[in-house]
């Protein structure tokens, strides 16, 4: 069992920068792919990115490339959501998932367990 809890949201202006956290529990962290998704007020819960328990792969959905930064550190069983530039698309939940089998990254059926969000408002 893992579970995580996402911090570091809030309200910041266009242009802005956020760093999200996602501490997990459990010895197994570092066997994860763990990824952010996105849920934004009425549309489905999207993918962001996803890195692999190395750090050796990175998936980006468009729209972040270039603005949005995962990384992790397997030592503090955290992972981390750099964002940069921030535009009012960008406003949303933000969930951490992990994903024991480290498939499908996009793919939200393919992570076990998610955190219970954290909001990331972005004003105009």
């Known amino acids: 069992q893992v579970q995580l809890v996402e911090s570091g949201g809030g309200l910041v202006q266009a242009g802005g920068s956020l760093r999200l956290s996602c501490a997990a529990s459990?010895?197994?962290?570092?066997?994860?792919?763990m990824g952010w998704f996105r849920q934004a007020p009425g549309k489905e819960r999207e993918f962001v990115v996803a890195?692999?328990?190395?750090?050796?792969?990175?998936d980006y959905e468009d729209s972040v490339k270039g603005r949005f930064t995962i990384s992790r550190d397997n030592a503090k069983n955290t992972v981390y959501l750099q964002m940069t530039s921030l535009k009012p698309e960008d406003t949303a939940v933000y969930y951490c998932?992990?994903?024991?089998?480290?498939?499908?990254?996009?793919?939200?059926?393919?992570?076990?367990?998610w955190g219970q969000g954290t909001q990331v408002t972005v004003s105009s």
């Open positions: 459990g010895r197994t962290f570092s066997s994860y792919v």
């Open positions: 998932a992990a994903n024991r089998r480290g498939i499908q990254y996009s793919r939200e059926q393919a992570y076990d367990y």
């Open positions: 890195i692999s328990w190395s750090g050796g792969r990175i």
